[in-house]
């Protein structure tokens, strides 16, 4: 037990750096990424993964996952990075208590099917959830892939969540596994927590473990922790123990500058991640933080022909059936605003099938601002704009140049609603998705603008609606959409300031 708890009130460590559900933080995304994989795994999303750093908080969202998940869900949790093709067959068979021969796994394989078959009837779900599994061999994971194909004509058996660090996703570009990435249908990122997500984040942890009083952490020795740890939650905890042992030592009760300091001076962390590879540029477009997330991805890839939906109406998932009967997932945590600009987040949105329509845009429109003398995007930024193709659909092209547009006018302090963010950028399914929006007049087709985000010469398409004065006018306009709109939307507003930053 830490020796500071009866100084401090505590009741527990509040920084351990074990995976305690207790003490789960659901900021800086943390929870809408929650909120999405509970939704993907009850709706047969096939393949989804999490992407994280080492020590950004993956087993204890793993751990969470796994408690929140519905009792008909069965989970199995797999830790070993080492299984063989035939070990991780025979081991999800095992988990399964299904009897088999280990001679031939084509029999595992059959004995499984069988038993996953059954258990659907029955109503039962099944999920694997695989730690590490950006250290798994080649052939391991192209039987991962193996595993996610057991379906009915209809339906998934199946639901497959990879937790891995970035090197996962190199490994998945390689040309062997090029069959699994293409069945991945939704990725998420455990980005670093900004300074503010920090202060939250300690007092969360305090709180958490029985602390009452005003916040221990002075702000310097917040911005210290934050610095030193690069954002990620297990260096923070590490460094926030020794603070506070520090604080204890000298009979303070509050931890400042001197205490973070000599914190930071006991530790011996590795240089900041961000500095070894080019995963910074997600660190600095955190649009890529719940990038595939679960707004209008199932319109943009239900299917050949299925078209997608309004900008302000994301839908689901890749791979659910474009239904009515479709439910709708609530109580989505409000959003938080944006911390700093490198924590640029859009949050993952989960959608009903069938939308009220919002209100006129009448009451929804701000009054266009005046336009100023000077344009306010930089020639790369133009560049970067440039370099998503409409190709000839004219809509999509449209909607791209009025988004330049207002990029080139919109003052700093004006802002527009996020919804969405897709790595699902074939002109082609935009095009669909803008038609749909245009057809169904579920929103003013001339309010609703395409960012697309290019980040190591691939592009994301982030989805925007409307212009307002301020951050409450665009609060406002979201409120005044019907609830079931707010209920599913994450209409968080972003200020074109932050737009202009992310490109």
Known sequence: ???????????????????????????????????????????????????????????????????????????????????????????????????????????????????????????????ILIDEAHAMPEETLEQVRLLSNLETSRHKLLQIVLFGQPELEEVLALPSLRQLKDRITHSFRMRPLSQEEAARYLSFRMRAAGYRGPDVFAPDAVARIARASGGLTRRINILADKALLAAFSEGAHGVTAREARAAVADSEFAPPWRARRPFAAYAAIGAAGIALGLGVAWYLQSGDNAPPRSASVPAPSASAPSSAAAAPVQGLPAAAAPAAPAAVTPQAAVVPAVIARPPPASQLRAAPPSTPATQLLKRDQLVRLAGYSAGRYPLLQARLEATRERLEIEPD???????????????????????????????PLDEVFLLPLESGGRYRIWALYGAYPDRSAARDAAQRLPKRYQDAFRLYPRSFAELRRVL
């Open 1 to 127: 037990m830490a020796l500071y708890l009866e100084h401090f009130g505590l009741r527990e460590p509040p920084f351990r750096i074990t995976p305690h559900t207790d003490f789960f933080f659901d900021g800086a995304d943390r929870g809408t990424t929650l909120d999405a994989l509970l939704y993907a795994i009850q709706h047969e999303e096939g393949i989804v993964k999490v992407v994280g750093e080492v020590g950004s908080g993956k087993t204890l969202l793993c751990r969470v996952l796994i408690e929140r998940l519905p009792k008909h869900v069965e989970t199995i949790y797999l830790a070993n990075p080492s299984f063989t093709r035939d070990e991780i067959l025979y081991a999800v068979a095992e988990e399964m208590k299904i009897e088999f021969s280990r001679e031939r796994a084509t029999i595992a394989l059959r004995a499984l099917q069988d038993r996953l078959i059954a258990s659907y009837a029955e109503g039962r779900r099944t999920v």
């Open 413 to 443: 302090t004006r802002y527009s609603l996020e919804l969405y963010v897709t790595e699902n950028t074939d002109p082609a399914r935009m095009e669909r998705f803008l038609i749909r929006a245009r057809d169904r007049d579920l929103v």
